[in-house]
């Protein structure tokens, strides 16, 4: 009755060996170490470049405690934090511009764990220290920008088919396209249909004028909300990657929230310039064909913007966009030939064809280089057309300081964002109170942990100790699942541990008290605890299943430390009604089971069924005091 086959206590070994397996890297902490990352498709990390940092290294008398070379980047391991920054010093000097030097760290685990695929758990922001930021996309941004590119395009197409059209102008979210008669309207109309299914398209009169209508379609609005998050994301990821953060973490959180984790940064500024800056980079022709004085008194010609160089001088500006940055391969800060902070820019095959057109047919006549930024415009340099400029090299120069031609060298570099962006949630957590986190959450857990052990062996002695060695063993699997998925532990999520704690021992409770309910109604203290696990199996099953509805619901509709707490809390659910039903009872049947079965057993095949009341109630008794369930009724 009280016992189990074979195979049920192999499932209970292999599950333990395993969560033990994966428990243990969590138990050989970190040490600093530097990652030195390609930045440039040209620039590999190789045994050469191993060599060279070792050399480096050993040339400046800073010892290392290892060094390896694995997934594309090469990782160095110091004794402490001070050596880790003056080696990253170091290497960024030596190594120059083309790698990325960040600080970073690495777990300490054998080689023979690391082999096995056994690694610690990532530990969240308020554990190890960095920078949380929550950033919101513009919506409305997007959109404009999705309507400025429509109506670019919308120009070249009706040029393209020699539409004659009467005006063009962008308002409420709409496009209005002015046209003289029906006829002309029409074959815009086909033309636009056929060439922009997005578009949804509605006739009117006004002004004895035959407008045309064009708004963007609700649903294409949803894609290209989607589409402005997901490009946002990996501007985003080209940024911090150029930052020198090692791990870090950007996802999205809900429909136009996306959330970035900066492990180790502790520079806050930087961090928000660098993130929230949306520069982007247009180059058009200069306007010397109307009058500049008219246009500063408020007469601005059609077709022409006014704007500032750098510098204050006014000047005006075709609104026509030639190139844009999305032709940009690679930008960097460096000097003109006077030895001014200029951006060095390299452009893709098309944008170099683009651009030598462009020079080869204004020759004589001036091109602006604007700068678009946080929606605030300018004229870096306006220079004047001397040849036919071929190779796609572009030089931007003109009253910036050093620091700011390597800001906007990183931004062009990394890309435009699809949407304007506000930091709408920001946290700060040093290294010190990262590691002060850690040892109350570790206390938090083990003062719990005691104090229900305590309790629990007090009240139910034997079987409390199992309950207790259950416990245990819920824990072990908890934290070796958590390794295994290679979850983020944050703060909350230190709690739902300790929570997993109090809630694991309500099944045992639940279970023991059943057995000792069946003993008083006078059953046999064998039939007791199997009727005990058994029917106390649905009542555990209804609590635990209640508890992790709630869970899967923090996780679905909360964020950030709600949903690592919620996902802490699930697993552990799963875990304790594994421990408390399956491990604690094989435990049970391990001791108790098997020594009543076989005294009885081998007294009813003498043929003494008595006699086997007899000898086994002494043996029952002392279980049944040590656990202090009431003894057996005396039948006469």
């Known amino acids: ?136 996309v513009d919506m409305e941004g997007a959109l404009e920008k999705s309507l400025d590119r429509y109506s670019a395009d919308i120009r070249s197409t009706l040029r393209e088919h020699k539409i004659p059209y009467a005006g063009f102008e962008k308002q409420d979210k709409k496009l209005i396209l002015k046209f003289r008669d029906t006829e002309s309207r029409a074959r815009a109309e086909a033309e636009l249909k056929s060439n922009f299914p997005d578009l949804g398209l509605n006739e009117k009169e006004a002004d004895n004028r035959y407008h045309l209508i064009a708004a963007i379609k609700p649903e294409a609005q949803i894609r ?35 959330i970035v984790q900066l492990p180790g940064v502790q520079d806050t500024a930087k961090a928000k310039d660098i993130l929230g800056r949306t520069a982007t980079l247009e180059i058009r022709m200069v306007d010397d064909e109307h009058d500049l004085d008219a246009a500063i008194r408020g007469k601005i010609p059609f077709g022409t913007e006014l704007y500032e160089e750098r510098g204050g001088s006014p000047i005006l500006v075709k609104k026509q966009v030639l190139l844009t940055g999305e032709r940009i391969t690679d930008a960097q800060p460096g000097f003109d030939k006077d030895n001014q902070p200029a951006v060095h820019i390299n452009l893709d ?24 930024e ?107 699942l958590l390794s295994i998925m290679q979850a983020t532990l944050t703060l909350p999520g230190m709690a739902a541990l300790a929570l997993t704690v109090g809630m694991a021992i309500d099944a045992n409770v639940l279970i023991n008290e059943r057995i000792r309910d069946e003993l008083r109604a006078g059953i046999s203290p064998q039939l007791a605890i199997h009727a005990g696990y058994e029917r106390a199996f649905g009542t555990i099953l209804d609590s635990n299943i209640t508890t992790l509805i709630a869970g899967i619901a923090l996780f679905a509709f909360g ?6 707490f919620a996902v802490v809390l699930c697993l552990g659910i799963l875990t304790s009604v594994f421990t408390a039903i399956f491990v604690s009872r094989g435990m049970v049947n391990l001791i108790y089971g098997s020594h009543a079965n076989w005294i009885t057993s081998q007294s009813e095949k003498s043929g003494y069924p008595s006699i086997a009341r007899q000898v086994a109630r002494p043996y029952l008794t002392m279980i049944m005091r040590l656990t202090k369930i009431p003894s057996m009724p005396r039948k006469n």
């Open 1 to 136: 009755m009280n016992r189990y086959a074979l195979w049920k206590y192999l499932i209970i070994a292999v599950s333990l060996l395993l969560g033990l397996l994966y428990t243990l890297p969590n138990f050989y902490g970190e040490s600093p170490a530097v990652q030195i990352s390609p930045l440039r498709v040209s620039a590999i990390a190789d045994s050469t470049l191993l060599q060279r940092i070792e050399d480096a290294l050993k040339k400046a008398n800073l010892e290392t405690v290892g060094i390896l070379l694995e997934e594309g980047s090469i990782k160095v391991r110091f004794a402490d934090t001070d050596i880790q920054i003056k080696a990253k010093d170091l290497l960024e000097s030596t190594l120059g511009n083309e790698y990325i030097i960040a600080l970073n760290l690495l777990p300490n685990s054998p080689q023979w764990l690391t082999n096995l695929g056994a690694l610690p758990m990532y530990l969240g922001l308020d554990l190890r220290g960095g920078v949380h930021f929550m950033l919101a």
């Open 224 to 258: 290209m909300q989607d589409s402005a998050v997901m490009q946002n994301i990996t501007t985003l990821r080209n940024r911090v990657n150029e930052l020198g953060v090692a791990e870090p973490i950007i996802q999205k959180a809900g429909a136009d929230r996306v």
């Open 349 to 372: 095959s098309n944008g170099s064809r683009i651009f030598k057109q462009l020079t080869r047919e204004n020759v004589g006549r001036r091109m602006a280089i604007l700068l678009i």
């Open 374 to 480: 946080k929606n605030q415009t300018e004229v870096v340099t306006a220079p004047v057309i001397r040849e036919e400029i071929g190779g796609g090299r572009v030089q931007i120069s003109g009253r910036m300081t050093s620091i700011e031609a390597r800001d906007v060298a990183l931004l062009l570099r990394a890309g435009a964002l699809a949407a304007p962006m506000d930091i709408i949630e920001e946290r700060t957590v040093g290294p010190s109170l990262g590691a002060d986190n850690i040892a109350r959450g570790f206390n938090s857990t083990l003062y719990g942990f005691l104090a229900v052990a305590i309790f629990i062996i007090v009240y139910y002695m034997a079987f409390g100790v199992i309950s207790v060695i259950a416990l245990s063993f819920n824990l072990l699997l908890l934290v070796g």
């Open 559 to 564: 964020s950030g430390p709600v949903k690592g």
